[in-house]
């Protein structure tokens, strides 16, 4: 009993400590077993082939894993790299501005060529622009430095031959810078009642009237022309009156702008010559 009761513990005990001989032991076995392909069973050797293949999957499952996280974590880069150049030229790109615009200078409309500049201290006579007959514009500025007879005409009255005493003084005078101005009226019992084409044919042809003709104009009342409403405030006429008393009443008025002499219808022009000579010779 003795014998038999101790056996046992000793088997146990010798198993505790010779524990890693028997792991070692079956290790072994395990390898030898494991080579020795004939001699084990094809069930043990179809499982070990079916392992090892899966293992083999598996690998190249991590491997293709590997490849392809290292493709996108290049991408990645690659695009922050993009973003960042691309930050950086808009950095250096300057903001387009508009060139400035060119400035304009406003200069005076010039409405003849020889017209001279306009002093700040000009006669008003100059600022008037009435019409021709055949209605364009005649600004009196260009009669700057001009010696300017006005007269109001009739083709009908009793003085229209001086029409022809108008013009042989134009045409002596005119180059000098002489210019008569005329602007017919039907205010004197209707002494012109024709057109503006009919005024200007019978001053053409009858009196043969080369210096400028105007539209008809009225040059006493409500309706009274701008221009001869300034010439009448500047100068008075026969005893004194202001209003116009007949047809071929004259201005002469001189480089400045001034009207110098106002003379009623019974003046003929020819008479006016020697002032209109020494107006010319001014120096203005």
């Known amino acids: 009993m003795s014998a038999l009761s101790t056996s046992p513990t000793t088997l146990v005990s010798t198993t505790k400590e010779d524990k890693s001989e028997l792991t070692a032991s079956s290790t072994t076995i395990a390898i030898s077993q494991s080579i020795d392909v004939t001699s084990r069973p094809k069930s ?17 499952e991590i491997r293709r894993l590997r490849k392809l996280n290292a493709t996108i974590l290049n991408n990645t880069n690659n695009n922050n790299n993009r973003r960042t150049d691309t930050t950086s030229l808009r950095s250096q790109v300057r903001p387009l501005t508009p060139p400035p615009l060119p400035q ?12 001279p500049e306009v002093d700040s201290h000009v006669s008003e006579f100059y600022n008037f622009t009435p019409l021709t007959n055949q209605g364009d514009e005649f600004p009196f ?18 003085f229209s031959k001086q029409y022809k005493s108008l013009e042989k003084l134009y045409e002596k005078y005119h180059d000098r810078g002489l210019v008569i101005v005329a602007f017919p009226c039907n205010q004197f019992l209707h002494q012109e009642p024709g057109s503006r084409d ?28 701008p221009v001869y409403a300034w010439l009448k405030s500047q100068k008075k006429g026969l005893f004194g009156l202001k209003h116009i008393m007949w047809n071929f009443e004259k201005f002469l008025i001189n480089k400045k702008g001034e009207v110098v002499k106002r003379h009623s219808s019974f003046v003929d022009p020819v008479k006016l010559e020697e002032d209109i000579v020494r107006l010319l010779e001014e120096e203005v």
């Open 141 to 158: 500025l260009q009669l700057i430095n001009k010696v300017v007879l006005v007269v109001n005409t009739a083709s009908r009255c009793v």
């Open 104 to 115: 304009h200078r406003s200069k005076p409309m010039l409405l003849l060529k020889n017209t």
């Open 44 to 60: 043990e050797i179809f499982l070990q082939r079916s392992s090892s293949v899966a293992t083999e999957s598996t690998l190249s």
């Open 198 to 225: 009919e005024i200007r044919e019978v001053c053409s042809f009858s009196y043969g009237v080369t210096f400028p003709l105007m539209q008809k104009v009225n040059v006493n009342g409500d309706h009274c022309d």
